[in-house]
């Protein structure tokens, strides 16, 4: 969600802060959370070398899609601000091409994380409850942290960076824990 | 006759309802308003943080009257430009300037920029604005319309509000640079600070950073601050004494609503001393809310 806000930074300049903006923005978060929420359900239930490649696959599409953001999310933005004359098509495909594919490949890891403590002998709901949670929590924590702290004293695109940097660092360390051996299957 | 009685008291009684003082407020998309009438004014307050902002007001008994100190003002123009027959002005609210500038100029074009359906709406059915072919308003993001936009204008006037606030991407060095590329050779962009916060330290440099002039006049006793801009170096604008003469300027409808003389006594110094740990707000970097939300004393304000 501390993404969004950065999104909603990068929108306003080219397409204003209209409350089409938001309605398109929240839209295509909402959209690829439960996109990638359905896509990690899917791969947490593939044995465990599918498992490991749909996991590379989530990490690979996060990372290379938030460097696109961080490195050409402007330009992108001024192209597609060029080529659509109507705010609403051009909101699409601002949205889709360059905030859904990195949101959906890093949503996909929250019923992985879910599978990974079911299958660890925690209850499916416990499991369930417990993943939702922290995740939420982590969201409010990336809200608040971008809108009172990081917003306020760095630039747009450090953020971007920054936030390509976090990604690679917690994806890493989260393929690491849910690495399953692969004699185990 | 006791029909005829009664057909009077309910014209009467209609006739008080239409005259009545009222206070209305609405939830809109974009803001929290609140219209209030009494007796001939009617004020258009914009709800935010606990308090109420008074965006705009009209005297329906005199129209043409400034009531809100500010929009006096933004005339401030015409010391930098004297015959304005394009205007583009992002943000309506009552439409309090429109009323004295289309009387004054009447073959002027005033085109008008709102983002919000209902302050248009109200402007009319409440303030009793009548939008014609010479002040047209488009119902758009005013950044929006200037990017689309391709025609060039003599005074580019930024007044766009929202809860107390200007969105943070009408207020970067982008979006000058867009509106300085939509000035006449000679136009003047001018726009509506509220010198109560630290934003106010980074607008100005903000604005310094894109247009090689810029004067400032202060509103007495409100906060505000109009920065006036312009885009060539030469003939200096920013020496009061070069101004032309207010009697070049002086138009019958001004008499006993605008004084010019006053006006012209408005201009204040640029913050210098304030600005130097101020940083110029761009796309990139735009905290608007987080600098606005820090309070100034502006004791550098008054010379």
Known sequence: MGFQLLASRLLNPHFGSSIIVWAWLISTFLAAFSIGSVVGGWISNLPPRPRHRGQLAGILIAVITLAITALFGRTLLGLIEGAFEDVSTALLVSCLGIFFLPVTALSSFGPQCVQFLASRGTPPGKASGVVYGVSTLGNIAGVMLTAFVLIPHFHVSTLLYLWLGVAVASLAALVRLLRVPISAS | ?303
């Open chain 2, 1 to 303: 006759m006791k029909i005829i009685r009664c057909c009077l008291g309910v014209t009467l009684f209609s006739a008080n309802l239409i005259a009545a003082d009222f206070v209305e407020t609405y939830d809109t998309i974009y803001n929290s308003l609140t219209v209030e009438r009494r007796g001939d004014l009617v004020e258009l307050r914009a709800r935010a943080r606990g308090s109420e902002a008074l965006e705009s007001a009209v005297d329906l008994s005199d129209p043409l009257k400034l009531v809100v100190p500010y929009t006096r003002s933004l005339f401030g123009a015409l010391f930098f430009q004297p015959k304005p027959q394009r205007v583009l002005m992002i943000g309506l609210g009552g439409a309090g300037f429109h009323r004295l500038f289309t009387a004054a100029y009447p073959d002027a074009l005033l085109q008008t920029v709102e983002l919000d359906p209902k302050v248009f709406e109200l402007c009319q059915t409440r303030m009793e604005f009548k939008s014609t072919a010479k002040t047209p308003v488009a119902l758009v993001d005013g950044r929006m319309f200037v990017k689309r936009d391709k025609q060039s204008w003599d005074w580019l006037i930024l007044d766009a509000f929202r809860g107390g606030f200007v969105p943070p991407h009408l207020k970067t060095e982008e979006f000058y640079r867009e509106c300085a590329a939509r000035l006449s050779e000679r136009g003047v962009f001018v726009s509506n600070l509220h010198a109560t916060s630290e934003l106010y330290y980074s607008d100005v440099k903000t604005l310094q950073a894109v247009f090689p002039q810029v004067v400032l006049l202060g509103v007495d006793g409100r906060g505000n601050v109009i920065a006036c801009a312009v885009k060539y170096r030469t003939p200096v604008i920013t020496d009061a004494s070069q101004w032309p003469e207010v009697a070049a300027l002086a138009n019958p409808v001004f008499t006993g609503r605008l004084d010019l003389v006053a006006l012209r006594r408005e201009q204040i110094p640029i913050p210098t001393g304030r600005m130097r740990s101020a940083r110029v707000l761009s796309d990139d970097f735009a905290p608007v809310e987080f600098l606005d939300a820090l309070k100034s004393n502006n004791s550098d304000r008054k010379k």
